[in-house]
């Protein structure tokens, strides 16, 4: 993973060589110092849970949700057993962070996850990995079993009293785990259908017990403000926007890949390190947080800073950090119909706003990609995504929701052509051209 | 009707659950379970189902609700391509029509000789190495412009 | 308590509420689907959206918890364009059949789409379409894109009935409720889902089609099936039965029945009807009118008493006979001077008769059993049995309730059980001392002499611990328990293990009118159901019964009738059986055609009326025998009504019967096993149960009617060196046939399992008791 930025990156340091995500080179680079400090300072659970308010650290599969305060919800005197629970099933298109942390320091997310076990009274955890990434699963079972036998994990790790384990939960393809009550019901070996909440998983979780749920890049990020305290990684970032974060840029520009920078690094410079637009050709769009997160026009999007607020000023969301550079190739409809698609074919099912009404606007956009475009279907759209949102059991609703209206408002000319001259105002040959694929056969 | 060596697989899946807790061990018993046996026939699942103690029908909302689980038998190999949207920026969707030409096949199809099937796969979480795809659930393919998918085909025996 | 405020309305509802269970409390409907009382709660259909105060966007009433002041709106702008919008969503691949649709007129889809659906239809891509399915006889899938994915029945099967059948399979829009691959659905509740599913996807299959809802009228009933006193309602049109639906209440059925009391009334209108009284001349039944019939009974019946003795002549009654017959019989009987009556044709051990200070019933109400912290069950094959019953235990588990089961059948009650014990049926009686044994060694005390010699293992102790707890306990017995060849040991036994456990003990009750057939006097001072038989009567007076299937014994039975000089039967229907050794047969109304009172087992007194005719020249039984009273010159056949009757039994009845109770004095307990190579277990399949029941031709068609098999375990096979046949000869004290072996390695070892109540097993002899395999 290519690293560049302007401190020293916390996540993806010193990752070179293939042997990086072993244990010993782990070691060699510092690893699990964090945790072999907790045990052998006996940092009580409180301490570490205000170090880590204090980092600012927000989480980071997608919703952005404070990491400390999650912490502290989890009941302190329950009796049995509790739960933490990893969210590597990165699935949101546009995400590929999780994957290339778990392949080149899978370490560091088993060392966050320990520490998140002691501080919140948890003695068994579980990695739940996404289903197309069967190399990556068995990377870090092998990265399991290395910390086993060093005594990293188990009963009684490094003699500290502390019993931590943790498994490993192969997915089998299902984008809707990725929400965090689906996510246990799958582990339950269920359907990954969301749950109502509340309950919420901290007082109900997995198998009934308090389980907190985390994203990878979350609990790797745990060992980093151990070590080097909250302030440290507050002061990374930007106020309330603690710490370094991965962004994947995908999409038309020149080295799409995932680069570590510091929250509130300017959008240009990101685009600069993944090498700048493809061909040299103008940004028209930019989905800057996963397919979930509302689409940004080209020139809005160069005016913005890579942070949860900049991002939310701009009318979308920091999201997962997948950033989806779409240049002026591309047809906004057909964009919009292969999105729509994915959330159709995604639904679980259960709750009756997001299963109809997600193939309802897939059926209406990909009508109007086609030439069958009606006068009202703007109109209906909107009022279809108006009668989703905030009506479902989890935010898939609104993630099926939010791109259909922003592409809509952003992006409004290019759908009424479609409906009314039953073509696509992009040319098919220079639509063709965008993804360079044929280019390399000739 | 499993192997010794795929109930060995199945067993240590068990363990990693809490004693009374047997069925969160069906998505891998079902994925174990597919790659010995290619697909899963209802047989397999109701199989798996006695094996870890729950209602067969149990065992097949999870067969039938993850992507993965092939219902109908498939191809030696199986590839899913994904064309999700950051995929389709750079190539993807091109991939797959590439793949659809060279293989005589469209998507749910297999060639006649049952060598290749081919599938539509949604995001897997490798968007930056574009096209991607899956090769029977098992290996990731990056970067597979029309080069690198002649040299794939012509390796997969 | 929580302060909520509804619509403008207060009330104060107990922590851990939902804005629903408020709404309800206040009378404000909140249209919904997936939602039901009984159910857990999925919060799927989004229909109940309502607007609370503060929150940013609409909540489901059903899955949110009331905190205190909250506000509520459920009929405010944001509440029911959330409810609409989500209409129009179901609505959009909803199959515009109402006129032709099953659920039209009783359907929540339609009923709410009046009011939240749209005039004018936004969707104009094509509807999904979802193929039909074959789940058996009782539930029609046909329809299935009618389906609104509300997850209901597959919700009640996991909860309610205990067994997943029903699954959603797939996800999306692709989502579809089946079986596993095409396998029926053979819960004995299964007909609930049909009542549970909000729209006409599952419906009734007898039904489909016979008649739209709103043609039917609506009557209250009782099923006759089992001692629960089920609530009914009987749906008619013509004067004719067509659908039994549950009549809802808390504390006998809540809102549920069984397949049997759903589906039985299509016996009603089978061929078999007995329709004009027949009386043997010379040789042979003919057609003959009612007083002609009469004539003959009471001169007939007369003359034996002259020539014989009150006592050459016997009655017996179904115990699913009502209050008024069974009094009215016996009252017959004795008034011809013979004290031979009963109604429990599959006892064998009597010596409790008598010695019994009140009517043996359940010992608690219905709505108690929800509040026990440990129950027993002895001797019952509880789902087939009992069906609501097992389902009270199976909620009580899941409550953590313990349930434990002492039993000979090895057959899975669905309940999560704290502990088993399947023993062959003589040992029965030692496997309940064990426990009452284990139950005085862990409090230290003393138990009767007679278990001197009782070792308890683990599972009696773990038994005898769930009945030392703290709190409500109680010991059920079973039918197996009642008709066992030591049933009074096994009385005698439960009352010490309650002595000294403090729990509660009762009988589930074989019958409708369990307790009622006591309170009715229907029990013998000479010759009860057994003796009757075994010591052959002149005459006999049969009510409702089948005696080749119904009895302890039926091969002796049916010999008995033979011999006999005048056999009269009262009964709804004819069989060939019957055909052959009555001599008078008089036509009698089924369920439903007569008025009649039923005793449950919790001693609850429910009188229904009938409600429709008879067919042809049936009559109701009560009326028949006090007619017959009458011919007899008998004083006291003089009721206008079956209502005086009752009253004459159990004054102006209130709610609950009194004189229940369950002690015994001066029986003592006899455990001495008897020697035997092979005992034979019987259960009665529930779908061969009753004289109605096994006339009910869709039930016939279920998993539960397959004809009866020697069922028996691997090991006891080997043992017998027929391990390898498929077919075997089993022979018993009154005859032998050839059935079909099935290998189960749930029955006890030494046993097999040979179902009665079935043609093709009542030669054979006694429910229990020596039997010999062979292969054929
Ligand atoms: C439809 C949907 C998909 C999601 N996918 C992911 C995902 O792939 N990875 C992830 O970490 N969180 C995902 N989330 C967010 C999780 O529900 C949850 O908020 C997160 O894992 C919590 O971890 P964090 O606080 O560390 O971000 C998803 C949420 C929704 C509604
Ligand atoms: S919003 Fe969609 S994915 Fe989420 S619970 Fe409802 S149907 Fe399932
Ligand atoms: S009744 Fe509340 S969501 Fe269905």
Redesign the pocket.
């Known amino acids: 993973m290519t690293i560049l930025g302007a401190i020293q990156p916390m996540l993806t340091s010193g990752l070179d060589g293939d042997n990086a995500w072993r244990l010993e080179h782990y070691l060699k680079r510092g690893g699990y110092s964090a945790l072999k400090k907790v045990l052998a300072e006996k940092i009580s659970p409180d301490e570490i849970i205000g170090e880590v308010k204090k980092s600012g650290l927000r989480g980071r599969g997608g919703a952005g949700f404070p990491t400390g305060l999650k912490w502290s919800f989890m009941p302190r005197d329950y009796q049995g057993n509790k739960y933490v629970v990893c969210n590597s099933d990165e699935g949101e298109p546009g995400t590929f962070k999780d994957r290339d942390i778990l392949r080149y320091n899978p370490h560091s997310v088993i060392e966050g996850m320990a520490i998140a076990g002691y501080a919140m009274g948890a003695s068994c955890g579980y990695n739940y990995i996404h289903g197309e990434i069967w190399e990556i699963y068995k990377r870090f079972e092998e990265a399991l079993d290395e910390a086993r036998s060093a005594g990293l994990l188990g009963a009684n790790i490094l003699g500290s009293g502390f019993d931590f384990d943790l498994f490993a939960h192969h997915g089998y393809g299902a984008y809707i785990c990725g929400e965090e009550t689906a996510l246990l019901e799958s582990i339950e070996g269920k359907k990954g259908q969301p749950r109502?909440k509340p309950p919420f998983p901290a007082n109900f979780g997995l198998y009934g017990k308090p389980t907190t749920i985390n994203n990878t890049e979350t609990f790797a990020s745990i060992p980093w403000i151990v070590n080097l305290g909250g302030d440290a990684f507050l002061n990374a970032g930007k106020p309330n926007n603690g710490g370094t974060k991965i962004f994947s840029i995908s999409g038309h520009v020149n080295k799409p890949g995932n680069y570590e920078i510091p929250l509130g690094t300017p959008f240009s410079t990101l685009l600069e390190m993944a090498g700048g637009m493809r061909g040299g050709r103008r940004l028209k769009a930019c989905i800057p947080g996963g397919s979930s997160s509302p689409v940004v026009p080209g020139d809005v999007m160069m005016q913005c800073t890579m942070d949860y607020d900049s991002i939310a000023k701009a009318g979308s969301m920091l999201g997962s950090g997948a950033v989806i550079i779409i240049d002026e190739t591309v047809c906004m409809v057909k964009a919009l119909e292969r999105l729509s698609y994915f959330y159709y074919e995604e639904s679980c099912g259960q709750?009756?706003p997001c299963r109809e009404g997600t193939s309802w606007l897939y059926k209406i956009v990909h009508r109007i990609e086609n030439g069958n475009g009606r006068e009202d279907d703007l109109e209906l759209l909107e009022s279809i995504t108006g009668n989703i949102m905030g009506r479902t059991i989890c935010a898939l609703g609104d993630a099926a929701a939010l791109p259909v209206q922003s592409f809509v408002k952003h992006f409004r000319d290019e759908f009424i052509y479609h409906i009314e001259q039953k073509k696509c105002l992009v040319p098919v040959d220079i639509q063709r051209a965008g993804s360079g694929f044929f280019s390399a056969l000739s | 009707m499993l192997t010794t060596e795929s109930l060995q697989r199945i067993d240590r899946e068990i363990e990693k659950y809490p004693a009374d807790q047997k069925q969160s061990a069906v998505m891998a018993a079902l994925a174990i379970a597919q790659e010995e046996r290619g697909w899963l026939s209802n047989e397999t699942i109701e199989f798996v189902a006695n094996y870890l103690g729950m209602a067969p029908i149990a065992a097949y909302e999870v067969a039938s609700f993850y992507s993965m689980y092939d219902l109908n038998p498939v191809g030696k190999y199986k590839l899913t391509v994904c064309t999700n949207l950051p995929c389709m920026l750079s190539g993807g969707v091109d991939a797959a029509e590439y793949l659809k030409a060279k293989l005589g096949i469209g998507f749910n199809e297999t060639t006649v000789d049952g060598k290749f099937t081919l599938k539509e796969g949604e995001c897997m979480g490798a968007c930056g190495d574009a096209p991607v795809m899956l090769v029977s659930n098992r290996r990731m393919c990056s970067c597979m412009g029309p080069e690198q998918i002649d040299r794939l085909l012509a390796e997969l025996e | 308590m929580l302060e909520i405020e509804i619509d403008g309305k207060q009330t104060q509802v107990p922590a851990g509420s939902t804005i629903?269970d408020a709404a309800q409390l206040v009378g404000a409907y909140?249209?919904?689907?997936?939602?039901h009382k009984k159910l857990s709660?999925?919060?799927?259909?989004?229909?109940?959206?309502v607007q609370v105060e503060k929150a940013p966007k609409p909540l489901?009433?059903?899955?949110t918890p009331v905190t205190n002041g909250m506000k509520v709106f459920t009929h405010s702008e944001l509440a029911v364009n959330a409810q609409k919008g989500v209409m129009e969503f179901l609505l959009i691949n909803h199959p515009l059949d109402c006129p032709i649709c099953d659920q039209g007129g009783e359907c929540q889809l339609q009923d709410l789409a009046v009011g939240y659906g749209g005039s004018e239809a936004r969707y104009r891509e094509d509807k999904r379409v979802v193929f039909q399915k074959n789940v058996g006889p009782l539930i029609s899938m046909q329809e299935m894109s009618r389906c609104i994915h509300?997850t209901r029945c597959v919700r009640f099967g996991q909860e309610i009935a205990g067994v997943m059948e029903l699954g959603m399979a797939n996800r999306n829009m692709h989502s579809e409720i089946q079986t596993f691959v095409g396998r029926t659905v053979d819960s004995e509740l299964s007909g609930n889902m049909i009542d549970l599913c909000p729209v006409g996807a599952l419906t009734s299959k007898p039904f489909r089609y016979k008649a739209r809802s709103w043609e039917l009228s609506r009557r209250k009933s009782v099923s006759p099936h089992d001692s629960l006193g089920t609530n009914l309602y009987v749906q008619v049109k013509n004067n004719r039965v067509m659908r039994v639906l549950p009549r809802e209440n808390e504390d006998v059925n809540e809102c549920w029945i069984s397949d049997r009391d759903r589906f039985s009334y299509e016996a009603l209108n089978c061929s078999d009807r007995l329709l004009k009284p027949m009386v043997r001349v010379d040789g042979s039944l003919r057609e003959v009118d009612w007083s002609v019939a009469l004539d003959y009974v009471a001169h007939g019946l007369k003359d034996v008493a002259r020539t014989h003795g009150g006592n050459a002549i016997a009655s017996l009654a179904s115990p699913s006979s009502t209050l008024e017959e069974l009094y009215l019989l016996q009252k017959l009987t004795r008034g011809l001077g013979s004290g031979c009556v009963d109604f429990r044709p599959r006892r064998r051990d009597f010596a409790t008769d008598a010695k019994m200070v009140g009517a043996p019933w359940l010992g608690l109400r219905l709505s108690e059993i929800k509040e026990l912290d440990a129950a027993v069950v002895v001797g019952s094959v509880l789902r087939k049995d009992h069906p609501l019953f097992a389902q009270r235990l199976r909620q009580l588990a899941r409550k953590s309730g313990k349930v434990s089961l002492i039993s000979v059948t090895g057959d899975d009650p669905l309940i999560n059980l704290n502990a088993r014990i399947t023993v062959a049926p003589s040992q029965l009686p030692f496997a309940l001392a064990a426990v009452v044994k284990a139950v005085a060694a862990l409090k230290g005390i003393e138990t009767l002499d007679e278990l001197e010699n009782v070792q308890p293992d683990a599972a009696s102790v773990s038994i005898a611990e769930s009945l030392l707890a703290d709190g409500k306990k109680a010991v059920f017995l079973g039918n197996l328990a009642e008709q066992h060849p030591s049933a009074s040991t096994i009385h005698v036994l439960a009352n010490e293990l309650g002595r000294l456990s403090g729990a509660v003990v009762g009988f589930i009750g074989e019958g409708a009118n369990c307790v009622g057939g006591h309170l009715a006097g229907a029990l013998p001072s000479s010759g009860n159901a057994y003796d009757m038989f075994v010591e052959p009567r002149k005459a006999y007076i049969l009510l409702g019964v089948e005696p080749e299937l119904d009895c302890h014994n039926p091969g002796m039975a049916s010999a008995a009738l033979k011999q006999a000089s005048l056999v009269v039967m009262l009964t709804p229907f004819k069989s060939q059986a019957m055909l052959d050794t009555a001599d008078v047969l008089l036509p009698v109304a089924a369920f439903t055609e007569t008025s009649g009172t039923f005793v449950s087992a919790e001693g609850r007194i429910q009188s229904v009326a009938g409600v429709c005719q008879t067919p042809g020249d049936a009559r109701p039984a009560w009326k028949v025998l006090r007619v017959l009273g009458n011919l007899l010159d008998f004083g006291g056949f003089d009721q206008e009504s079956s209502e005086a009757v009752r009253n004459e039994i159990v004054g102006n009845p209130g709610e609950f019967a009194g004189g229940l109770d369950n002690s015994v004095a001066g029986v003592s307990v006899r455990l001495e096993a008897a020697q035997m190579d092979l005992q034979r277990i019987s259960d009665v399949p529930i779908y061969f149960a009753d004289s109605l029941v096994r006339r009910a031709n869709s039930l016939q068609e279920t998993r539960d009617s397959v004809s009866p098999t020697a069922r028996v375990s691997a090991g006891t096979l080997k043992s017998l060196g027929i391990a390898d046949s498929s077919l075997t000869r089993v022979v018993q004290s009154s005859g032998e046939t050839v059935l079909s072996i099935a290998v189960d390695n749930a029955v006890p070892f030494g046993c097999v399992q040979i179902s009665a109540a079935h043609a093709s097993t009542s030669m054979l002899g006694d429910m229990f008791g020596a039997i010999k395999m062979e292969s054929a």
């Open positions: 109502y709750c009756t | 629903m909140i249209p919904h689907f997936c939602y709660i999925s919060a799927n259909c989004r229909m109940c959206l489901p009433a059903c899955a509300c």
